[in-house]
């Protein structure tokens, strides 16, 4: 999961498995949530998004879970690739503000 | 189209000075936002412009500062720097104002402060 320390969590799979990421976001009326994915030397990229009213919804290679009782949003990617190798984190929105977690750095071994 | 780009990439300062970042958003994009990336504390928010007006700001102090110019492009100023002012300075833009969702980020400029 994401924390606010200096060492990000990470995470090594292999390519081809599935890889799960974790966030524990703060507030429990936050009602939308982003999952990002930052490559070295880059800017975050917008992956997914999930509003409060789902729990469940899937992109290309990717779902994101949305646990509101536990306050927990997790990234799952399916066969990952070695491109796909890099910092993620998660954002959530309430009082009109976006706040942002640390991230978890994810390495796909060959 | 060009993506958002940032200048200048890398920058050295010492404490007490005070530092210019550029930031050219999308063409076609109106709104640019401004956040700070450490390692402790993640991607915070500090400000967005959209058509030269600022229409959001994040929890910083009146040390940063920024303002954009009718072409979109947006500049940020952080006076009397600090040590802790070192990191990772992103600018994003989006067509909308406050559209998140579709922000396109810079790769960034970052700032060493000693």
């Known amino acids: 999961g994401e924390n606010v320390g200096l060492h990000l969590p990470t995470l090594s799979v292999q390519e081809g498995d599935n890889s799960i990421i974790n966030c524990a976001y703060s507030?429990?009326?936050?009602?939308?949530f982003i999952w990002y994915k930052q490559e070295s030397g880059k800017g975050p990229q917008f992956i997914i998004d999930?509003?409060?009213?789902?729990d469940k919804r899937q992109g290309q290679r990717v779902t994101v879970l949305l646990n509101k009782t536990v306050k927990h949003l997790s990234l799952q990617i399916a066969a990952t690739q070695p491109g796909d190798s890099a910092v993620y984190f998660c954002?959530?929105?309430?009082?009109?503000?976006?706040?942002f977690g640390t991230g978890t750095s994810l390495t796909v071994i060959p | 189209k060009a993506g958002v780009t940032q200048t200048p990439r890398y920058l050295i300062k010492t404490r007490g000075q005070q530092v210019t970042l550029s930031c050219s958003p999308i063409?076609?994009?109106?709104?640019v936002s401004w956040y700070q990336q450490t390692p402790g504390q993640g991607l915070q928010f500090l400000f967005e412009?959209?058509?030269?007006?600022?229409?959001n700001k994040g929890n910083f102090p009146g040390r940063f500062s920024g303002r954009q110019f009718s072409n979109s492009r947006s500049e940020m100023n952080v006076s009397t720097l600090e040590l802790g002012d070192s990191a990772l300075y992103l600018c994003?833009?989006?067509?909308?104002?406050?559209?998140?969702?579709?922000?396109?980020f810079g790769p960034g400029t970052r700032l060493t402060v000693t």
């Open positions: 994003a833009s989006s067509s909308l104002a406050g559209g998140i969702n579709e922000q396109y």
């Open positions: 507030n429990s009326a936050s009602d939308y």
């Open positions: 999930i509003r409060s009213n789902m």
């Open positions: 954002a959530e929105n309430y009082g009109n503000q976006f706040y």
């Open positions: 063409s076609g994009h109106r709104s």
């Open positions: 412009y959209f058509s030269e007006t600022q229409r």
